[in-house]
C-alpha cells in the first residue's frame, strides 16, 4: 500500500470494494464517525472465527449494545481496584527475572511480557489467572495460538468458510494439515473449559466481578448470555489484553537498552519518588512523571499495536476527503503503520524520541490523537485503560530494581516488514530466521535508595 500511496496519491483503491487513505488527519473521520453510525466491513470479521464477539458485530446499534455489557470491567475505577493483583503478577515475574540473573540465562522480554499480560486479562476473564508466569520458557497456550492466528489471518480473512471447516475436525488431524489453525483450537478448549469451571463455582466467588459473570448475567438478552458467545468473547478479550501491551513493553525495552542516556533520565525521574517496597508505586504516583509518560507514548508509537487494515463503513452519509466524495457503505481504512510514521506529525518518525512528547506539551499540541494502536471512537479497544496501566507499572518497576542488557537482538528484530494482525521483522541475513523477540541478560539487581 505505501508504493500505491507513493505513486497515486493519499487515497487509493486496493481492492474492488475498499478505499485506504493515508492521512493522519482523516483517520479520526474514519473511526469516529462523530454523530454518525459507524458499522465495520462484513468481510474483515472473518478471520478470528468469532462471529458472536462485540469485536466482530458488524452493526453499530448492536456493537454498541454488546460493549455496554463490558465496559464498566475495563474502566479506570474498576482498574484501580485491580492494581495490587497485577503488582502480585509484577512481582511474580521480578523473581523469574531474579532467578534468570543468579542462573546466567537469556531471557525472551516477548514471553515473559506476554505470560504477564495473559496472566492479568485471565484473571480479569474467569476470576483467577492461569499462572502462566510459571512455565519454564514462556511458551503457554495464549502465545502459541497468537501466533499461529498470525499465520493463517489472511486466509482467514480471505477464506472463512475454510477457517471455519477446520475447526469441527479432530485436533490431531488438524496439527497434521495446519498446526497454526491446532493451536488456535486448543485456546479455544481451554476457555471452554475455564469458563465453565468459572460458572460452575459462581456461588463461591464474587461471580459479579468477572467477565463471565456478566456474560451469563440474566439481565442481558438470553441471545446475549449464551456459552459459544462467551467463549468467542473469551478469546478476542485474551488476545487483545495479551499480545498488544507485552509488544509494547518489549519494543519500549528494547529502546531503552540501547540508549544508556534516556534509561538513566527514567531511572533519575523514578527516584524523584518515596522509596516503597519492592518499588511497586502507586498509577497515580507514576501517572505525574514526564518523562515516563514520553516514554510509555513513544514505545506505544513503535509497537503500532495491530497494523492490518481494520475498514469501517459509514451506512448511510456519504464522507468527503478532501475532493472526492466517498458514497455511502464503502469500506474505507487506514492502517497505524502510516500514522505513527508520518514524517509532519512525527518528525524522524523511526527515531524513538521521548522527548518529542515533552516539546509538544510544552507547545500545545495534543500528539495522543495520533496515538493509533487502540484505534479511536466507540469502537476502540476496551482494554486501553489497562494496557496503560500495565505499562505504567512493569516498566517502572523492571527499570528501577534491575539492569538489564540485549542480547542476540538487533533492530531487525523489531522493524515491521510484514503485516499479520500485528508487524513482524523480515529475515535477518546470515540467520535461518528473525526470531523477532527482544531477548536480554539481567545483569543486576538495583539495591533500593
Known amino acids: 500500500m505505501e508504493k500505491m500511496h507513493r505513486k497515486y ?13 493515508q492521512d493522519p488527519h482523516y483517520y479520526s473521520t474514519i473511526y469516529t464517525g462523530s454523530t454518525r453510525k ?4 462484513a468481510l474483515s470479521v472473518g478471520a478470528f472465527d468469532v462471529p458472536t464477539s462485540t469485536a466482530a458485530t458488524i452493526d453499530h446499534n448492536h456493537h454498541r449494545a454488546r460493549r455496554s455489557y463490558l465496559s464498566s470491567y475495563f474502566s479506570k475505577r474498576s482498574l484501580s481496584q485491580l492494581e495490587p493483583i497485577i503488582h502480585e503478577r509484577i512481582g511474580k515475574l521480578c523473581g523469574r527475572l531474579e532467578e534468570a ?41 495464549v502465545r502459541d495460538a497468537f501466533i499461529g492466528l498470525s499465520q493463517v ?15 469441527h475436525l479432530p485436533i490431531p488431524i488438524i496439527r497434521m494439515i495446519m498446526p497454526s489453525v491446532a493451536d488456535l483450537l486448543n485456546l479455544r478448549e481451554e476457555i471452554k473449559h475455564n469458563a465453565a469451571g468459572t460458572l460452575k463455582a459462581k456461588n463461591t ?14 439481565t442481558i438478552p438470553a441471545e446475549e448470555r449464551t456459552f459459544d458467545r462467551m467463549v468467542d468473547e473469551g478469546i478476542v478479550i485474551i488476545f487483545a489484553g495479551t499480545e498488544t501491551t507485552s509488544r509494547a513493553l518489549s519494543v519500549t525495552f528494547f529502546y531503552l537498552l540501547s540508549n544508556e542516556s534516556l534509561l538513566k533520565r527514567l531511572r533519575d525521574e523514578l527516584d524523584t519518588l518515596p522509596s516503597t517496597q519492592d518499588n511497586a508505586y502507586s498509577l497515580t504516583q507514576l501517572e505525574a512523571l514526564p518523562f515516563l509518560a514520553a516514554v510509555i507514548q513513544e514505545g506505544l508509537r513503535l509497537s503500532f499495536g495491530p497494523v492490518s487494515r481494520m475498514p469501517r463503513v459509514s451506512p448511510h452519509d456519504a464522507l468527503q476527503y478532501k475532493d472526492y466524495v466517498i458514497p455511502p457503505g464503502t469500506p474505507v481504512s487506514q492502517s497505524a503503520y502510516f500514522v505513527h510514521t508520518d514524517p509532519s506529525i512525527y518528525p524522524d518518525p523511526h527515531t524513538f524520541d521521548p ?9 500545545g499540541v495534543v500528539l495522543d490523537k495520533y496515538i493509533a494502536n487502540f ?42 516488514y510484514h503485516a499479520r494482525i500485528v508487524g513482524f521483522p523480515r529475515q535477518v541475513k546470515g540467520q535461518k530466521e528473525a526470531h523477532g523477540e527482544v531477548q536480554v541478560k539481567v545483569t543486576g539487581k538495583i539495591v533500593a535508595k
Open 205 to 218: 466467588i464474587d461471580f459479579k466481578s468477572v467477565i463471565v459473570g456478566s456474560l451469563a448475567d440474566h
Open 153 to 167: 489471518y489472511h486466509m482467514g480473512r480471505l477464506l472463512p468458510l475454510i477457517a471455519n471447516l477446520l475447526k
Open 38 to 41: 459507524v458499522n465495520k466491513d
Open 375 to 416: 484505534t479511536k471512537g466507540r469502537r476502540q479497544c476496551l482494554g486501553i485503560n489497562m494496557s496503560y496501566t500495565e505499562l505504567y507499572l512493569t516498566i517502572a518497576r523492571i527499570v528501577r530494581s534491575f539492569t538489564l542488557e540485549l542480547h542476540d537482538t538487533t533492530k531487525d528484530d523489531i522493524d515491521i
Open 355 to 363: 522527548d518529542r512528547w515533552i516539546r509538544a506539551a510544552q507547545e
Open 9 to 21: 496519491g493519499p487515497i487509493v483503491r486496493i481492492n474492488p470494494r475498499e478505499l485506504h487513505i
Open 101 to 141: 540473573m543468579q542462573q546466567g540465562e537469556v531471557i525472551s522480554l516477548d514471553g515473559a511480557f506476554s505470560a504477564l499480560t495473559a496472566d492479568i486479562i485471565t484473571l480479569r476473564f474467569y476470576g483467577q489467572h492461569s499462572d502462566y508466569l510459571s512455565i519454564k520458557n514462556f511458551r503457554f497456550v
